[in-house]
């Protein structure tokens, strides 16, 4: 049974840093695309990041070059690194997989299996 288990975050200031993780089990994640969505109060859920099993990765322009994918084989666990995080950031955050091969990662519906999400708060 495939289960994803986020964790990491918490209330921080603006100009503060976070690290999410996203812990997988019950396939091999790394054959699969994972991607980070968040979803603020009203809101739609939006891509943040995504990596795909060749490790390549894409960014959601709001958070290009503050944010930053990445995965640990050998933990099966997938990671997001926030930076420099501002209030427009306040979301519950998702680690998503997909079993499709060339998902839309900007798609939610593309994306089979979802972790319980974990709160993140940037106050000014």
């Known amino acids: 049974q495939v289960q994803l288990v986020e964790s990491g975050g918490g209330s921080v200031q603006s100009g503060g840093s976070l690290r999410l993780s996203c812990a997988a089990s019950?396939?091999?994640?790394?054959?699969?695309?994972m991607a980070w969505f968040r979803q603020a109060p009203g809101k739609k859920r939006e891509g943040v990041a995504a990596i795909d099993s060749d490790g390549g990765t894409i960014y959601a322009d709001s958070v290009k070059g503050r944010f930053t994918i990445s995965r640990d084989v050998a933990k099966n666990t997938l990671y997001l690194q926030m930076n420099s995080l501002k209030p427009d950031d306040t979301a519950m955050y998702y680690c998503a997989t997909s079993t499709l091969w060339r998902p839309n990662w900007c798609l939610p519906g593309d994306f089979k299996y979802w972790g319980q999400g974990t709160q993140v708060t940037v106050s000014s």
């Open positions: 019950g396939y091999t994640y790394s054959d699969y695309y």
